[in-house]
């Protein structure tokens, strides 16, 4: 029988010790009827209601709520699962203003919202029969008005508190109700007539709120399915 050269046995029981290791033998997630167990795919609707200033800017603040009446939103968050509790991943917010701003005796103005950031949220009791949950978003406020033949956009940046619960309805769907309370400044404006367009810092800068609620629909895997290690 050949022996085999000391360096030889050297690599081979190295390369047994790698394989056999937990850290590296670990398979890969498991799927739950073909969904991957480390992302999920959740969008709400729901209802957000204004409050605060957009600028302080004499000799009249501008009030969110003088101009908004709310929005009716869809938010799509894909997220990325890390461990048991915790997922993070970017959302964007689309939404449908109510104006309350007048531009003639019978027609309100027109307007829009538009919100994009990232989030990193909490589940309490992951594998529970309600998967409760909280969490932090950054984010980016795009508030739009045309009124007569302006087109004015309020920019700035917002942070959000946000909790909800979801159940598993079957499988790999869930849904839920969430809440949320946003709050930010807005520090850029943008106008836009027919003979140009400006850019501007705002001074005066306010703090506003917008208070959210709705459902949330979803798909991902159980939380009681294996995790990857990270």
């Given at each position: ?15 047994s ?6 850290v ?117 406020d ?18 959000t ?43 005066e ?26």
């Amino acid at each position: 029988m050949q022996t085999l050269s000391r360096p030889t046995a050297q690599v081979l029981v190295l390369l047994s010790l790698f394989v056999s290791s937990p850290v590296f033998a670990e398979e890969l997630p498991e799927q739950e009827g073909g969904f991957p167990t480390w992302l999920a795919l959740s969008a709400r609707g729901g209802y957000f209601m204004p409050g605060g200033r957009m600028e302080n800017t004499p000799p009249e603040p501008v009030y969110l709520y003088e101009v908004y009446k709310g929005l009716f939103s869809v938010i799509l968050e894909p997220t990325v699962r890390i461990g048991s509790h915790v997922e993070v991943g970017p959302w964007a917010q689309f939404s449908y203003a109510q104006m309350r701003m007048q531009c003639s005796e019978n027609h309100a103005c027109k307007g829009g919202n538009f919100r994009f950031g990232l989030q990193g949220n909490y589940h309490w009791i992951p594998s529970g029969p309600v998967d409760v949950w909280s969490g932090l978003a950054l984010g980016y406020d795009k508030a739009s008005i045309t009124a007569l033949s302006a087109d004015v956009t309020y920019s700035g940046p917002d942070i959000t508190l946000q909790a909800g619960g979801d159940k598993n309805f079957g499988g790999n769907f869930w849904a839920g109700l969430f809440i949320s309370g946003t709050g930010g400044w807005y520090d850029t404006l943008d106008v836009k007539l027919p003979t140009g367009a400006g850019s501007e810092s705002i001074r005066e800068r306010s703090f506003h709120l917008w208070i959210g609620f709705g459902v949330r629909i979803r798909l991902a895997a159980p939380r009681g399915s294996p995790q990857p290690s990270i």
